[in-house]
């Protein structure tokens, strides 16, 4: 099967790095996600990838103690750099040429987001992450994975999850929880199946960006998703359960 994709944004969340742990980053969790974003990355496919912070700190719980949700925003921004520099690292260790561009200033150890610069990185087959989210506070990472995907003219976004794609209903509530194969971004968003946030999930309706969630823990997945295998759900075709 040939690659189906060119160009895609992979989103990860800060809470795949752990792994098993309760807090912080798996080395080996991270490796294996570097081998596979290396093995499509050597197929020919430019890969942009956005990391979430939330196993180092997340701004929501951060206010939610009583913080300014503003400088905990800020925090959360800055612990995705932190996930961002440690894939950077293990990419680079199996010869994957990889930049991080971050959407505030951190100069000394990465570059400014510059998205011509992001651009032509990916045409030179460099892996490009993007930290600290959108710079902004009140906006989460996966509203910057959609915007980023805008941005660069990904042809899809693979939203890398712990569950194999989306629910009618809680599958670890119920067993008799039914899967989608495909949704329309409408439905997602009437029925706040809180796939990405709404944002996110308006900003890939306004632009046509297709969204497959898929489980990261499956050896393999993210090749096949790159492939055009069957896994998950699709969001932006139209409504069917598998």
Request: net charge negative; with cysteine.
């Amino acid at each position: 099967m040939g690659i189906t994709y060119r160009r895609v944004l992979l989103k990860l969340s800060g809470e795949a790095l752990m792994g098993e742990l309760s807090y912080g980053i798996d080395p080996s969790i991270v490796q294996s996600i570097a081998q596979e974003v290396a093995e499509v990355a050597a197929a020919g496919v430019q890969v942009a990838i956005v990391v979430g912070g939330g196993n180092i700190f997340r701004g929501v719980k951060g206010a939610a103690a009583g913080m300014d949700r503003a400088t905990a925003d800020y925090i959360g921004m800055i612990a995705t750099v932190m996930n961002a520099m440690t894939l950077q690292d293990s990419l680079e260790q199996i010869g994957v040429p990889t930049r991080v561009q971050t959407a505030i200033a951190m100069q000394e150890v990465a570059e400014p987001y510059i998205r011509r610069r992001a651009i032509r990185h990916l045409e030179k087959g460099r892996v490009v992450i993007f930290g600290a989210g959108s710079g902004n506070p009140f906006f989460t990472t996966d509203t910057t994975a959609a915007l980023r995907a805008a941005e660069i003219d990904a042809n899809v976004i693979f939203k890398a999850t712990k569950v194999d794609g989306i629910y009618d209903s809680d599958p670890h509530q119920n067993p008799d929880a039914k899967r989608f194969k495909s949704l329309t971004y409408s439905h997602v968003l009437a029925h706040d199946l809180r796939v990405m946030d709404s944002t996110a999930i308006a900003l890939c309706k306004d632009n046509d960006i297709p969204i497959v969630v898929f489980d990261l823990s499956v050896s393999g997945n993210i090749r096949r998703a790159v492939m055009g295998e069957s896994i998950g759900t699709i969001v932006g075709g139209f409504c069917e359960v598998s």
